[in-house]
C-alpha cells in the first residue's frame, strides 16, 4: 500500500461517497484537501508507515502538554518538522487561529492502514482531529474500504474564501492537465 494509490482511493472516496464538491492532492502541505457543498473544507493526512505516523502524533501530544514549545522537543533534543509543527499548534491551539491568517482547514483527519487504527485513535482522542481507516481490496486497484475510527470536530467555522477557491481549481486544473499530458504521451 502506498500513498499515491491511497490518495487516488481517498479522492474517489470524498467525491463519489461522500459527496464532496471537488478533492485535490499535494495542497499548501496536505496530502488531499476536500470541499464540502457548505464550503467547509476538510483536510487529509494518509500515513502508510508506523515510524512516520507515530513522529507526528508525538508533536500533537508536545503542542498539547507544553505551552511554549518551539520545534524542540525538551526532552531528547529532537527537532521536529517546522510545516508539521506550525500546522498542528495552528490547528490545535485556540489563540494561535486567531492569529494565522493563511490558509487552515475546518476538519482535520488522519487516513491509516487498518492496523495503525488503536493507535491513531489514543493519540487524537482527546483533540478535534478525526481519523478514518482505510483498507484496499485486493481484487480490484479503484476499490477500497474506509472506515471512521473518530469524526471529526470543526477547528473553526469560516467557509473557504473567493481566493482560496481560485487556488484550489487552479491546482484541479494543473492536476487535470498533468493528468491528460500522461495520458496522451501513452496514446502516441
Do not use: C
Not at 485535490?24 to 515510524?51: C, H, P
Not at 511554549?68 to 491551539?93: A, F, M, Q, V
Amino acid at each position: 500500500m502506498n500513498s499515491n494509490h491511497l490518495k487516488y482511493l481517498i479522492i474517489n472516496w470524498l467525491i463519489y461517497h461522500r459527496n464532496y464538491i471537488g478533492a485535490v492532492t499535494e495542497y499548501d502541505g496536505a496530502d488531499v484537501i476536500g470541499i464540502k457543498r457548505t464550503f467547509y473544507v476538510s483536510e487529509f493526512e494518509i500515513k502508510t508507515s508506523k515510524n512516520d505516523l507515530i513522529r507526528e502524533l508525538k508533536i500533537i501530544t508536545n503542542i498539547l502538554e507544553e505551552e511554549n514549545l518551539l520545534y524542540t522537543n525538551k526532552e531528547n533534543g529532537k527537532i521536529y518538522s517546522k510545516t508539521k509543527y506550525s500546522k498542528h499548534r495552528i490547528n490545535l491551539k485556540e489563540k494561535m487561529k486567531m492569529r494565522y491568517y493563511g490558509f487552515t482547514p475546518n476538519e482535520f483527519s488522519y487516513i491509516v492502514p487498518m492496523e495503525f487504527a488503536d493507535i491513531t485513535y489514543e493519540y487524537i482522542k482527546d483533540t478535534k482531529y478525526g481519523a478514518y481507516m482505510i483498507e484496499p481490496d485486493e481484487r480490484s486497484y479503484f476499490k477500497s474500504s474506509v472506515e471512521e475510527i473518530k469524526r471529526p470536530q470543526k477547528i473553526h467555522d469560516k467557509k473557504i474564501d473567493e481566493r482560496e477557491i481560485i487556488k484550489f481549481f487552479r491546482k484541479l486544473s494543473t492536476e487535470n492537465d498533468s493528468l491528460r499530458e500522461k495520458i496522451y504521451r501513452n496514446e502516441v
